[in-house]
């Protein structure tokens, strides 16, 4: 779980350093002619949704996303660890799985999918919400079955 919080956090220093340099570290999504403004038109939403795109709020929703989508990876693997001893299959299963997911062959994003944020989970927050959800409830479903596999595993062998 340290090296999920530790990963999100460089991955996010790099993203926040790199875009701030090539574009500035001003937020302009707090205004209508920003992306997300541009998303939702003329329509007169953005000023329902200007309360959620503050700077803490943004990176808030992005540390949590990513710690959750990088847990649920570290889960699955130790998981997959506790049946297949073979690293470069679960390696193999890895990107099968996120290739389903990006390559949206099925309707709902089953892996990491859920951790990508997209303008559309900016404009309705219950959407990351949802997927926050699901990545936290899929990740202590993976940690339990693991413990209990790890527990009843014969030591004396």
């Known amino acids: 779980m340290m090296i999920s919080f530790m990963f999100t956090l460089f991955v996010l220093a790099i993203s926040f350093i790199g875009g701030g340099l090539l574009i500035g570290f001003e937020n302009t999504w707090i205004q209508e002619s920003g992306s997300i403004g541009q998303v939702i038109g003329e329509n007169g939403d953005f000023k329902k949704i200007v309360g ?72 309705n927050p219950s959407i990351t919400l949802f997927h926050c959800s699901y990545l936290l409830i899929v990740s202590l479903v993976l940690y339990g079955i693991t413990g209990l596999i790890f527990q009843r595993k014969d030591f004396h062998s």
């Open 52 to 123: 959620n795109l503050d700077a803490n709020r943004i990176m808030a929703v992005l540390f949590i996303t990513k710690f959750l989508g990088f847990l649920l990876i570290s889960f699955l693997v130790l998981f997959l660890k506790q049946i297949i001893k073979n690293g470069a299959l679960i390696m193999i299963i890895l990107v099968i799985l996120a290739g389903i997911d990006y390559a949206a062959l099925l309707p709902v994003k089953i892996f990491v999918g859920t951790a990508v944020l997209t303008l559309k989970d900016w404009v």
